[in-house]
């Protein structure tokens, strides 16, 4: 299934993340629980980065497709490590030259971050994130 590169928000950083909002994948995937701040991996998905149209692969029929090209791309501090920092675009440029340093970072990283949220959050609070129990998902390794 198609998603919106709307709904979405790629950031940079040592653990690259990537957040989907109304995916319809969300339900699929394990809710996170990683209040310490370590990510735990998602079982049976994967992630395939690349510049023009990204793939979150799950077990079954579960997946989705991003038109990475045109999706908004951020700096993190450190992925998923910590700091606030405002989802809107601060800190970082959309356009093809960050796509590909994200993706660039997913592969030096061996894969991502994926968290499904029900909306994208207005400022990066990555205790909430990680903590609240409210979103879904874990580290997806690469397909490189």
Known sequence: MLL???KTLFIRGATPVLLL???????ALPIL???????????GWSILPKLTLCV????GEA????PAFVAPVIDGDG?????????????????PGEMAAWCTDVEAAGG???LSLDALPEVLDWPHLLGSGTAR???LPGLF
């Open 4 to 6: 919106d590169p709307e």
């Open 21 to 27: 909002s109304e995916a319809p994948v969300h339900d």
């Open 33 to 43: 629980t990683a209040p310490d701040g370590a990510v735990p991996r998602c079982d």
């Open 56 to 59: 979150v692969d799950g077990p």
């Open 63 to 66: 997946g989705v497709m991003i």
């Open 79 to 95: 992925g998923s490590g910590g700091g606030d920092g405002a989802a809107g675009g601060t800190g970082g440029t959309d356009g």
């Open 112 to 114: 991502a971050v994926v």
């Open 137 to 139: 998902g874990g580290f």
